[in-house]
């Protein structure tokens, strides 16, 4: 992954309360991306040389399967979410960015109105969980402070951020009997709280 990993653009990112408000929105991509178990290729809040125009994205591994583009659809709907901002029904396929990308899914994935309000309250619920909380906050400050991260280093980030909080995940499955992994609840439905203080 780091080999394709363009630097950031030196000065092309701020720490303002726009610039915030984009480390946010990116970080919850890259926090869902995580959760879901999509490979990230890159998160940045910087405008790299060869896209000018652009002030942040996280660029992902493709998974064209009806799971994987669901869960694209809740990791498009999770940058907007964070910041406050809903994107509304039906989204728009001419606003050009997560709005557009959760339009072009909405008409792949065949979604009505009541799938998408599904979608959007399990996005919502899984908002509140601390874990994931802890994630985007960790994720933020680290865009904020490097403008752009290569994808290989988005769970190190977060498994740090863990660490430090004292949180701690029951085990389920081999990468966190490891040490490894970013397992929130239930891949269908938000799960009750953490055990170990993850109220």
């Not at 989204?91 to 309000?117: C, F, N, Q």
């Amino acid at each position: 992954m780091a080999r394709d990993f363009e630097g950031p653009s030196p000065g092309s990112w701020d720490s303002t309360r726009s610039g915030y408000a984009l480390a946010n929105e990116e970080a919850a991509h890259a926090a869902f991306c995580l959760y879901f178990d999509i490979e990230v290729k890159e998160a940045r809040v910087d405008s790299p040389i060869s896209e000018a125009n652009v002030g942040g994205w996280v660029r992902t591994v493709p998974d064209t399967s009806t799971e994987g583009l669901e869960n694209h659809l809740k990791v498009t709907l999770a940058g907007p979410l964070a910041t406050g901002r809903e994107i509304p029904w039906p989204p728009s396929m001419h606003d050009g960015g997560d709005e557009t990308v959760a339009a072009r899914l909405v008409y792949i994935l065949r979604y009505d109105k009541a799938r998408w309000d599904e979608a959007v309250s399990f996005v919502r619920e899984l908002l509140q969980f601390p874990t994931i909380q802890r994630a985007v906050k960790a994720i933020s400050g680290a865009l904020l402070e490097r403008g752009a991260i290569p994808g290989d280093e988005l769970q190190a980030i977060v498994s740090d951020a863990r660490a430090r909080s004292g949180a701690r995940l029951e085990p389920s499955s081999p990468s966190d009997r490891a040490g490894g992994g970013f397992e929130p609840p239930s891949l269908h439905r938000p799960a009750p709280p953490f055990p170990g203080g993850d109220a």
